[in-house]
């Protein structure tokens, strides 16, 4: 029987039922019960939350083959809906509630679905029924559902993180392929956050990701990193510790090596030049005061301000980054620049130097 003609057989009653015994497990039998009673007395038995405008949840109804990704999926989904009520004798809310809680969890009470970004389809109770779960054992993916094809479509988060990695992997060629390379990328980094860390060379030394692969993985990592930064305006100025942190943080919160960024700016904090070293501890041979005091002059900087991350996560200053500072804040008042602060970016954490009165 193939997987096509399986996914027929999910009855929906069963598909209720099953979603409801999933998400109890999940959360605790009483404290599940008590918060679909909580929500049902806020919005009463009608269909208050819509499921056709949540990418998480048609995604899952995609895999299980109840709904289309595109224009029809609006009608579907209702539908569909209004059938599993009627056939689960449950409100179409309590339907919705327990699709939209079992594909990405419930925000402040389940942190994570069943059917999310990186599914868990062994203890899950359809994947006998799913079209994403037959996939991952079968060659090739029907041209119809192949990654591509969804993407095509343009439906928001039709792909999930490891359908994307696969893509870019494939540059074109056998997508289920690279999609077992894109899921042991993930499970050896951990999470997509530490995989946008790896160089071309981590990602050449796992089975199935060629030099080509590593350089296109690379290269939409970094394009994410350009978009999370924050763009500057012409003119905007650095007031605070925290403008620096919301431009630089996203280049540097990752980095597995210590890196360090000048920031060289004129009298009204704006942005004129930058200079950035780094790859190795911070010492005197990576933040050499001879060359910042040069290229501050070079580029006419009235102030400058130090950059530098904790590749540990804690941005607290060592007594190596107090040493460094007091002396290229002596070097550069010689030259009349003013240091105006030394931000520590260690995760999502930072230190101001100034802030904290070290300067
Ligand atoms: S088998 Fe996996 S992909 Fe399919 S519905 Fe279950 S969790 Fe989602």
Not at 183 to 206: D, I, P, Y
Not at 247 to 267: H, K, M, S, T
Not at 315 to 324: F, N
């Amino acid at each position: 029987m193939t997987a096509r003609r399986k996914r027929h057989l999910l009855d929906l009653d069963f598909w209720v039922a099953s979603m409801r015994k999933s998400l109890e497990e999940r959360a605790g039998r009483r404290r599940w019960r008590s918060f679909i009673r909580r929500v049902l007395a806020r919005v009463g038995d009608g269909d208050a939350l819509p499921l056709e405008h949540d990418p998480s949840a048609l995604r899952c109804l995609w895999r299980l083959g109840l709904a289309s990704i595109g224009a029809a999926a609006q009608k579907e989904v209702a539908s569909l809906v209004r059938r599993a009520s009627e056939a689960s004798a449950s409100p179409p809310v309590e339907v919705t509630l327990l699709v939209r809680c079992f594909a990405s969890g419930c925000y402040g009470f389940l942190d994570k679905g069943v059917c999310s970004d990186t599914p868990e389809c062994t203890s899950c109770p359809f994947a006998l029924f799913c079209r994403y779960a037959s996939a991952r054992g079968s060659p090739e993916l029907p041209p119809s559902e192949s990654f591509s094809a969804r993407l095509a479509l343009g439906a928001l988060g039709a792909l999930g993180v490891p359908e994307l990695l696969a893509l870019i992997i494939s540059g074109g060629r056998s997508e289920m392929k690279a999609f077992r390379t894109a899921e042991k990328l993930l499970s050896k980094a951990a999470s997509l956050r530490s995989l946008a860390t790896w160089t071309v060379k981590e990602f050449e030394s796992v089975g199935g990701v060629t030099h080509e692969a590593a350089l296109r993985l690379r290269s939409a990592l970094d394009l994410a990193v350009y978009w999370a930064v924050e763009p500057r305006p012409p003119g905007a100025r650095f007031s605070q510790a925290r403008d620096f942190v919301k431009y630089y943080g996203p280049r540097l919160r990752d980095l597995q090596a210590e890196y360090f960024i000048v920031a060289l700016l004129d009298n009204k904090n704006r942005l004129v030049g930058e200079v950035v070293t780094g790859g190795g501890g911070l010492s005197g041979a990576t933040v050499d005061p001879k060359v910042v005091l040069k290229r501050a002059v070079r580029d006419a900087a009235a102030h400058v301000a130090f950059l530098h991350n904790h590749p540990s996560g804690d941005p607290t200053p060592s007594p190596e980054d107090l040493d460094i500072t007091a002396r290229l804040v002596q070097v550069c008042a010689l030259a009349g620049v003013r240091v105006i602060d030394h931000v520590i970016i260690g995760g999502d954490a930072y230190t101001s130097m100034s802030e904290s009165g070290y300067i």
